[in-house]
């Protein structure tokens, strides 16, 4: 799991971190759009987890890597819950 968390970040990071992602989509007949601004608290989100020492904690103890994988330091989330 720590490869590709560590992946994900660089990703992430690369391609995402302090830019503007803008979503376009269709409702009926009608195209819209809608943008979000990501930062690096972002990436636990969509990793679709929760980390007990938080958002910043999770990116940063990855990029530093100083994550340590305990079976109760994540929560992984159901349908965003």
């Known amino acids: 799991m720590l490869q590709q968390l560590t992946a994900g970040h660089a990703f992430f990071t690369e391609h995402f971190v302090n830019k503007r992602v803008i979503y376009f989509y269709k409702e009926k007949h009608e195209i819209k759009q809608f943008s979000i601004y990501m930062v690096k608290t972002n ?39």
């Open 43 to 81: 990436f636990m989100h969509l990793c679709g987890m929760k980390y007990r020492g938080g958002a910043a904690s999770f990116y940063h103890d990855i990029q530093n890597k100083t994550f340590k994988y305990v079976p109760t330091s994540l929560l992984h989330l159901r349908n965003g819950k």
